[in-house]
């Protein structure tokens, strides 16, 4: 598999379209999701978080989905603009476990 | 900001060296973590503590010893470390773990060791 850094999936688009960022959790016992923002240089920023008991959730021109048939996670960045181009985790967790995060995917916006 | 500070930012260490990383919460959390992100691996938890008390140790190698005197501060000493040890050290906190609370994390501390 991918990992962070050299070897990171990436997706370009260009700015005005939406974005989709695509995640595949491991436990299907997860009750808790998170996408976390990562900037160059910054630590990880809280963007948008989903309970197992939800399948969609709106923020501001972001939206989070969630398929746990196949345990899939996904982002949707409306509108997306240059300040979105950064490295996005998703990360689950169960009950009182602590996160765990999935390998990243790196967005670039063309401008 | 996210009201999570690490000190330094960057940090150069020989491998006999020792030194140790600050973080401090300024969001009334009761839990604290250390992460490592390097090149190659997704965010690897180390440690959790909770109320003070360490929770959780991610198989962790002793030359890496955590402290946490109070909620609001965590510190991570380092000894012996060796080149792979290089990477970005990442501080969070939260509410109290299990609940469906974010982590917040702090900018990170530039760890090479040379």
């Known amino acids: 598999g991918e990992s962070v850094g050299l070897h990171l999936p990436t997706l370009s688009v260009q700015e005005g379209d939406n974005s989709i960022i695509n995640c595949a959790y491991s436990?299907?016992?997860?009750?808790?999701f998170i996408w976390y923002k990562q900037e160059s240089g910054k630590g990880p920023q809280f963007i948008i978080d989903?309970?197992?008991?939800?399948d969609k959730r709106q923020g501001q021109r972001v939206t989070v989905l969630l398929n746990k048939t196949v345990k899939h996670l996904s982002l949707q960045i409306a509108a997306t603009q240059p300040g979105d181009s950064a490295v996005y985790f998703c990360?689950?967790?169960?009950?009182?476990?602590?996160?765990?995060f999935g390998k990243g995917t790196r967005l670039s916006v063309i401008a | 900001e996210t009201g999570v500070t690490q000190t330094p930012r960057h940090l150069v260490m020989g491998m006999t060296n020792k030194k140790s990383l600050k973080c401090e919460q300024h969001?009334?959390?009761?839990?604290m973590y250390w992460y490592k992100q390097s090149a190659k691996k997704p965010l690897e938890l180390m440690f959790v503590?909770?109320?003070?008390?360490?929770?959780e140790n991610n198989s962790v190698p002793s030359r890496f010893s955590p402290e946490c005197p109070n909620s609001s501060h965590l510190f991570l000493h380092l000894h012996t470390l060796q080149p792979e040890d290089s990477a970005l050290y990442l501080c969070?906190?939260?509410?109290?773990?299990?609940?469906?609370?974010?982590?917040?994390f702090g900018p990170g501390t530039r760890l090479t060791v040379t």
């Open positions: 436990n299907s016992a997860s009750d808790y």
């Open positions: 969001l009334g959390h009761n839990a």
């Open positions: 990360a689950e967790k169960k009950g009182n476990t602590p996160l765990v």
């Open positions: 503590y909770n109320f003070k008390e360490q929770t």
């Open positions: 969070a906190s939260s509410q109290v773990p299990g609940l469906t609370y974010e982590q917040y």
């Open positions: 989903i309970r197992s008991n939800m």
